[in-house]
């Protein structure tokens, strides 16, 4: 008779027990990813939001100025703004129908913070920074909720086998 060990396949109940904990924290840590994204994203947004008053092209000397061209006018940067959100819901909404746990949005901070970049640019932040605030916030918080309600679902599976776990291992008959 084999021995309990994790390398043959076999646990200890005190193995078994620690490896459903160990499922729960990290479960718990997904849980709480997307909390840190938008916690992220609002603190990118004071950033931009403190610095709209600032010209980012005067910043750079003219031949950086002639370098970089022109910024993108703001209407262009609505549009895709307009594009990204409609896309990127759509995505989301696909993988909350078809239930995929993993969190994907930290790229989103990136996307963002490139559209509060662009409006920046085209001294256009002051118009346009509650469209790209309330943009990330949708797109966030749909995600957030869709990793944590999948989370949710998982962890009471963990716990219910726990359960099972401590209650079995204390009626031993």
């Given at each position: 008779m084999k021995t309990p060990s994790p390398e043959n396949g076999f646990l200890t109940p005190e193995q078994r027990?620690?490896?459903i904990e160990k499922s729960i924290g990290v479960l718990q840590r997904r849980a709480?990813?997307?909390l840190w994204a938008i916690l992220s994203f609002v603190l990118v947004s004071v950033l931009f939001a403190s610095a709209q008053s600032f010209d980012l092209y005067d910043l750079f000397s003219l031949e950086t100025r002639k370098?970089?061209?022109?910024?993108?006018?703001a209407n262009l940067i609505s549009l895709a703004l307009a594009?990204?959100?409609f896309s990127a819901l759509t995505i989301l909404l696909a993988r909350m129908a078809k239930?995929?746990?993993?969190y994907k949005g930290w790229p989103h901070l990136g996307y963002?913070?490139?559209?509060?970049?662009?409006?920046w640019a085209g001294n256009a932040l002051k118009g346009n920074f509650w469209a790209v605030f309330i943009a990330g916030l949708t797109i966030l918080g749909l995600e957030h909720y869709r990793t944590w309600s999948?989370?949710?679902?998982?962890?009471?599976?963990?716990?219910?086998?726990l359960y099972q776990f401590v209650r079995s291992a204390?009626?031993?008959s």
């Open positions: 027990r620690a490896q709480r990813t997307g370098l970089l061209g022109a910024p993108p006018p594009v990204y959100s239930g995929t746990g993993v963002l913070g490139a559209f509060y970049l662009f409006y999948e989370t949710q679902h998982a962890l009471a599976k963990e716990k219910e086998l204390s009626n031993p």
